[in-house]
């Protein structure tokens, strides 16, 4: 299995200020077809996974433009450019590359 | 608008099985890959099961094969989590979600305690 792995797993920030979480995965992310299928996930307390971010850099419509991705092959950052009070939760990178599919451990954002 | 619901969850006792379901709506869900992720109570996210949108083809993560079944009803815009020989490591929150993971449901929490 590929194993995603996720720093730091603590993420305290002051509000306004930037945030970065790395994910790095056992093995290239890179499918046949050319494409790299790593997303990345915001899960606010008590509620579902939305995702942010799809192929490594693309936004979802509605995420605000300080949710940026980044990165090629095994090692990918999800950049939040001010943190605000709404981005508390826990953020997930998964690869949907290779069978089966998986998740980072997760980072845990909190405002200092 | 683009919808997924799960139900089914509940309290089981170790042995049991369990049936979840989850209605879609909103998008054509017959031509999409539907997946199953669960989520520990205070743990991460883990993928559990797929099928493809014709039903054709089913994966299962190695902790549940053998034990749950994955299938699809497209007539019924709906898909199922059949769950068998269920185990406490098997207590979590199950989502249903739509492949590409950009739809997700709200959950169906099940509690597997004797």
């Known amino acids: 299995d590929v194993v995603m792995t996720q720093s730091p797993l603590s993420l305290p920030v002051t509000l306004g200020q930037p945030a970065s979480i790395s994910c790095r995965s056992s093995q290239s992310l890179v499918y046949s077809d050319g494409n790299t299928y790593l997303n990345w996930f915001q899960q606010r307390p008590g509620q579902s996974p939305r995702r942010l971010i799809y192929r490594v850099s693309n936004r979802d419509s509605g995420v605000p433009d300080r949710f940026s991705g980044s990165g090629s092959g095994t090692d990918f950052t999800l950049k939040i450019s001010r943190v605000e009070a709404e981005d508390v939760g826990v953020y997930y990178c998964?690869?949907?590359?290779?069978?089966?599919?998986?998740f980072g451990q997760g980072t845990k954002l909190e405002i200092k | 608008e683009v919808q997924l619901v799960e139900s089914g969850g509940g309290l089981v006792q170790p042995g049991g099985s369990l049936r979840l379901s989850c209605a879609a709506s909103?998008?054509?869900?017959?031509?999409?890959?539907m997946h199953w992720v669960r989520q520990g109570p205070g743990k991460g996210l883990v993928w559990v099961s797929s099928v493809k949108g014709d039903g054709s083809s089913t994966d299962y993560a190695d902790s549940v094969k053998g034990r749950f079944t994955i299938s699809r009803d497209n007539a019924k815009n709906t898909l199922y989590l059949q769950m068998n020989s269920l185990r406490a490591e098997d207590t979590a929150v199950y989502y249903c979600a739509r492949d590409g993971f950009d739809v997700w449901g709200q959950g169906t929490m099940v509690t597997v305690s004797s």
């Open positions: 998964m690869q949907h590359t290779h069978w089966p599919k998986t």
């Open positions: 909103g998008f054509a869900f017959r031509t999409y890959r």
